[in-house]
């Protein structure tokens, strides 16, 4: 199983970016996929979630901003980050469970400048 995130970059205060968490060796439909974010110096924190019925669970921090959707097609998971805030600033990594297994992916950057 892996998970290939892409999307982050440097961006200014108010700007939007789409990240993007593609699977291989795995169905992403089939998981729990979720989106977790690491600022400099603070512990990983949980974004979003989206179960397998397409439920979402999202941060208080980032309702009404970030949105979390899915493309069964393309095995794909994406994050759309709209009104970004510095302290949005962090390494955002894309993240599947199913019953006891967890995998990670690596992380993408996202650099909000003021």
């Known amino acids: 199983v892996q998970l290939q995130a892409s999307g982050g970059g440097l961006v200014q205060a108010g700007g939007s970016l789409r990240l993007s968490c593609r699977g291989s060796?795995?169905?992403?439909?089939?998981?729990?996929m979720g989106w977790y974010r690491q600022a400099p110096g603070k512990e990983r924190e949980l974004v979003v979630t989206?179960?397998?019925?397409?439920?979402?669970n999202y941060a208080e921090s980032v309702k009404g901003r970030f949105t979390i959707d899915r493309d069964n097609a393309q095995n794909t998971v994406y994050l759309q980050i709209n009104s970004l805030e510095a302290d949005d600033t962090a390494v955002y990594y894309c993240?599947?469970?199913?019953?006891?297994?967890?995998?990670w992916g690596r992380g993408t950057l996202v650099t909000v400048s003021s």
């Open positions: 060796g795995m169905i992403v439909a089939r998981y729990v």
């Open positions: 989206i179960s397998t019925g397409s439920s979402t």
């Open positions: 993240n599947a469970e199913l019953r006891r297994s967890k995998y």
